[in-house]
């Protein structure tokens, strides 16, 4: 989103169970509705992230790290080319969204990693749902002045990071 | 919020007309809930980032810009000090929280010319409501490693950001 600022990157996810729903198709680079699904925050520590979100959200327990990677079904690339990322993810449901945190692990690029070179960590993405990703949408962003900076997913779902 | 981040913040707003509900008050450094107000983008050009969300949001109608400086029921303060920081403001109603863009301008110090430099631009805060401010709060936010960046307000409520 080079336009709103440098480093701020807007996230469109799809989940295949919604695949068939119209209502949320793309066009002309514009979100099919204004539901934001989650805030995306890169950390240098997710264990101490965790631990600083569950005390201000005042929880009990704290949710799980997970390790997201790339999945055969949606293979993870990076400005084009494959790579082997990997991250620590945990999730916070909130009230009216989520707060995604990702902790970069491993040496392999992706646009977690230089995000959190060039800043130290802090808001990565906002995400909405789409339906469908694939080339389509792709051009269409490119046209609407979004650039594909990392595209994955996991068996069900995929997602796309456009700057 | 320095063990999340080098660079997120935590806003908590106070609006007088809830001052008297209990159920908005914060014990130890938790919000009174987990409902997030808005997210606060830092932008160079408000004019171009407002345009981009306008699109990506499909309105027909752009949002106002106004402008946001101190008021004498809330002066702004950066870092314990008086400051005349102005920014400009333009707000996006989505249908779970709020997304506001924030361009400083002058030359007075703030905690948004201060990111600005930093980072280039980016979601600065994520806001939670919580019922009055004051000492009390920013005694109790300290102790639990929070450290109040900037406060200010206008006539009919306040807001403080909390590293």
Same mark, same amino acid.
């Given at each position: 989103?080079t336009?709103?600022?440098?480093i701020?990157?807007?996230?469109f996810?799809? %989940?295949?169970a919604f /695949?068939?729903d =119209?209502?949320?198709?793309?066009?002309?680079g514009?979100?099919?509705? @204004? &539901?934001m699904?989650?805030?995306?925050?890169?950390?240098k520590?997710?264990?101490?992230a965790?631990?600083?979100w569950?005390?201000l %959200?005042?929880?009990? /327990?704290?949710? =799980?790290?997970?390790i997201?990677e790339?999945?055969e079904?949606?293979? @993870? &690339?990076?400005?084009g080319?494959p790579?082997?990322?990997?991250?620590k993810?945990?999730?916070?449901q909130?009230?009216?969204?989520?707060?995604e945190l990702?902790?970069?692990?491993g040496?392999?690029r992706s646009?977690w990693r230089?995000f959190l070179?060039k800043?130290g960590?802090?808001?990565h993405h906002?995400a909405?749902?789409?339906?469908?990703?694939g080339?389509t949408?792709?051009?269409s962003?490119?046209?609407?002045g979004?650039?594909?900076?990392?595209?994955?997913?996991?068996?069900?779902?995929?997602?796309?990071?456009?700057?």
């Amino acid at each position: 989103m080079t336009k709103i600022s440098s480093i701020l990157i807007v996230a469109f996810i799809t %989940l295949m169970a919604f /695949k068939s729903d =119209d209502s949320l198709k793309m066009q002309d680079g514009r979100v099919p509705n @204004t &539901q934001m699904l989650h805030i995306g925050i890169v950390v240098k520590d997710i264990e101490a992230a965790r631990d600083s979100w569950a005390q201000l %959200l005042g929880l009990a /327990k704290k949710p =799980d790290i997970t390790i997201a990677e790339g999945h055969e079904a949606n293979p @993870t &690339q990076y400005r084009g080319a494959p790579t082997g990322a990997k991250a620590k993810l945990s999730f916070f449901q909130l009230e009216n969204l989520r707060v995604e945190l990702i902790e970069p692990i491993g040496d392999e690029r992706s646009d977690w990693r230089e995000f959190l070179e060039k800043t130290g960590g802090g808001v990565h993405h906002v995400a909405f749902e789409v339906k469908g990703m694939g080339e389509t949408y792709v051009d269409s962003f490119k046209t609407n002045g979004y650039e594909l900076a990392q595209h994955g997913g996991w068996e069900t779902g995929e997602y796309g990071y456009f700057d």
